[in-house]
């Protein structure tokens, strides 16, 4: 069994400033790694994901995260937030077995403000 | 467009009612799955279907049944066996070891 732990319930921060949003996962087997975006009242977007090869994955948005083997991680980063980056972001983690089974995070809520 | 129709958006439920929310699927995806979020919970796994006429428990399915006797739907009942049945209930697809779908969610409310 996976899980995922979002160390923090709640990132503020000033527009064009950077952020990182972070995400840590415990496995016994190998694992792929995904962010996902979730707007007001609305279901969820994939943001990027690791499967394997290189560990910076770009994905929409301006957004990345880096897969760290050693730290079981998978921080999510962007240089320069917008407000319309306000949203809650949830990291996921599945098995290699069974890819699209997923085990999510409790979710950090980026609040943008200029 | 291909996508994920859920409905209704809001549903309300009566003490003792079984209530059915509604998640249709036009990607022709093989796999479905329903997902409850409650706040600072973020989502648990309620039901998931790999194929047709086939559904496994996820991590929470005490409450809630499940059928998926066509590709496309995957209807989830609630019923009155849940007792805190208020949340916002997520549908998503995929096909194998590709990424989830999903649809716009349902928020149930107990009357």
């Known amino acids: 069994a996976q899980s995922v732990t979002q160390l923090d319930s709640q990132v503020p921060v000033f527009e064009e400033a950077p952020v990182e949003l972070r995400c840590n996962y415990s496995s016994s087997v190998s694992v792929y790694l995904f962010w996902y975006v979730q707007y007001p009242n609305q279901g969820l977007q994939l943001l990027l994901k690791y499967l394997s090869g290189s560990t910076l994955v770009k994905g929409i948005n301006g957004f990345e995260a880096e897969f760290n083997k050693s730290q079981t991680s998978f921080h999510l980063r962007k240089p320069s937030v917008h407000i319309s980056d306000t949203a809650e972001y949830f990291c996921a983690v599945s098995d290699t077995g069974t890819a699209s089974k997923l085990t999510f995070g409790t979710g950090t809520r980026l609040q943008v403000t200029l | 467009d291909g996508g994920i129709t859920q409905s209704p958006k809001y549903l309300f439920r009566k003490e003792g009612q079984n209530v059915t929310l509604s998640c249709e699927q036009n990607?022709?995806?093989?796999?479905m799955y329903w997902y409850r979020q409650d706040p600072g919970q973020g989502l648990r796994l309620i039901y998931y279907s790999q194929i047709v006429n086939d559904f496994q428990k996820g991590d929470i399915a005490e409450g809630y049944s499940v059928s998926r006797e066509k590709k496309e739907s995957f209807p989830l009942t609630v019923t009155s066996a849940q007792k805190n049945p208020t949340a916002f209930y997520l549908c998503?697809?995929?096909?194998?070891?590709?990424?989830?779908?999903f649809g716009s969610g349902t928020q149930l409310s107990v009357l």
């Open positions: 990607l022709n995806h093989d796999a």
């Open positions: 998503a697809s995929s096909n194998p070891s590709e990424k989830l779908f």
